[in-house]
T-cell receptor, first 116, second 115 residues
């Protein structure tokens, strides 16, 4: 198992450019999510998905779009990048959402994005 | 609303010292999970421990130990006999028991262990 993979590892954009951060998992996990990590802010949830075709907003969704057409993939789209989106982005997945039992989240290695 | 506070932004110690990282949380839920993650300089997130709200037993794993106290809403992490390899940013996190996938993270504590 490759676990959770993210591409690219690094990316530099100019203000106004668009791009897609890729996230894939090979564990057949239902739940996938995107977090951003900023200095002094910890990690904050951007968007999440509880299964193919279902997505919802997290704490900081503005400026980002997501879709979940397959169980394996959960891309994060920046339609018009802004310097405020300079951050490290982590994708995570887990077996399922909710329920009384704990489902460990597996994190990808992160994508470091700089918007000039 | 849920919140996790890690008041210590940065801690510096000399190797072999013991160090405690503080974590205070807020939640209205009676059932929840608490976590600690380590982020070494390489940047990945490493899961260290989870604890559910019904289990207040302290846990020890090698040089690591965790003290969970519901009375003070704290889940502190102690490293005994610190080593240079312990240098990292440590995050405490909280989730609802019925939605364990949505983690609320603290702002992290950067630990620097000097030889």
């Amino acid at each position: 198992n490759a676990g959770v993979t993210q591409t690219p590892k690094f990316q530099v954009l100019k203000t106004g450019q668009s791009m897609t951060l890729q996230c894939a998992q090979d564990m057949n996990h239902e739940y996938m999510s995107w977090y951003r990590q900023d200095p002094g802010m910890g990690l904050r949830l951007i968007h999440y998905s509880v299964g193919a075709g279902i997505t919802d907003q997290g704490e900081v969704p503005n400026g980002y779009n997501v879709s979940r057409s397959t169980t394996e993939d959960f891309p994060l789209r920046l339609l018009s990048a802004a310097p405020s989106q300079t951050s490290v982005y982590f994708c995570a997945s887990s077996q399922s959402s909710g329920g009384a039992s704990y489902n460990e989240q597996f994190f990808g290695p992160g994508t470091r994005l700089t918007v000039l | 609303a849920q919140k996790v506070t890690q008041a210590q932004t940065e801690i510096s110690v000399v190797e072999k010292e013991d160090v405690t990282l503080d974590c205070v949380y807020e939640t209205r839920d009676t059932t929840y999970y608490l976590f600690w993650y380590k982020q070494p300089p390489s940047g990945e997130l490493v899961f260290l421990i989870r604890r559910n709200s019904f289990d207040e037993q302290n846990e020890i794993s090698g040089r690591y130990s965790w003290n969970f106290q519901k009375s003070t809403s704290s889940f502190n992490f102690t490293i005994t006999a610190s080593q240079v390899v312990d240098s990292a940013v440590y995050f405490c996190a909280l989730s609802e028991a019925w939605n364990t996938d949505k983690l609320i993270f603290g702002t992290g504590t950067r630990l620097q262990v000097f030889p």
